[in-house]
């Protein structure tokens, strides 16, 4: 069980690491996904690459740069919620493994910060979908949907 627990621990740590990164990525040189994001809502690689496509698809971009500005922050704070819950719980576990707190405490907080983390890339694949970045952005595309399925891994991990 020590054992379990230590991995399940490490499990959920990597992932909380490296959204922590994200997020000061996202606070410290906002402009750099900032930008990205708002190339995604104006369909903007689409119009230059695939005008024909664009034409189609164009009454859903979102052109005014508050609602881009807005949507962004939005993104950051579900990132922040998402790396404290994380966090929280890989601390939680870590207690659990030294016998501070009880496995029932720690395991339902870790388990939100993983489903939060499988919400938050979920959300993006279903948003960018709308947003047809599978046709100008598939990396993003890509990166989303494996970090989701990271985030499903630990959440049946977790459940063990």
């Known amino acids: 069980m020590d054992m379990t ?3 399940q621990t490490v499990s959920l740590a990597l ?3 490296w959204l922590t990164l994200g997020v000061r990525d996202n606070i410290l040189h906002p402009s750099v996904n900032e ?6 809502f104006t369909f903007a690689r689409m119009k230059a690459d695939y005008p024909e496509i664009y ?8 052109h005014n740069r508050r609602s881009q500005r807005a949507a962004f922050a939005l993104v950051i704070l579900a990132e922040l919620a998402t790396t404290l819950v994380l966090w929280l719980g890989v601390g939680l576990l870590a207690s659990a493994l030294l016998g501070i707190v009880a496995i029932e405490v720690a395991q ?9 983390f499988t ?13 047809s970045y599978w046709c100008c952005h598939e990396g993003a595309q890509s990166i989303h949907f494996q970090l989701m399925l990271w985030g499903m891994a630990n959440l049946i991990f977790l459940s063990l």
């Open 119 to 131: 919400a938050l890339w979920g959300m993006f694949t279903v948003v960018g979908n709308h947003f």
């Open 5 to 7: 627990l230590l991995a």
């Open 55 to 62: 034409a189609r698809f164009m009454h859903r971009s979102i």
């Open 35 to 40: 930008t990205l994001t708002a190339q995604v």
């Open 108 to 116: 339902p907080v870790a388990l939100l910060g993983a489903l939060m």
């Open 15 to 17: 992932p909380a690491a």
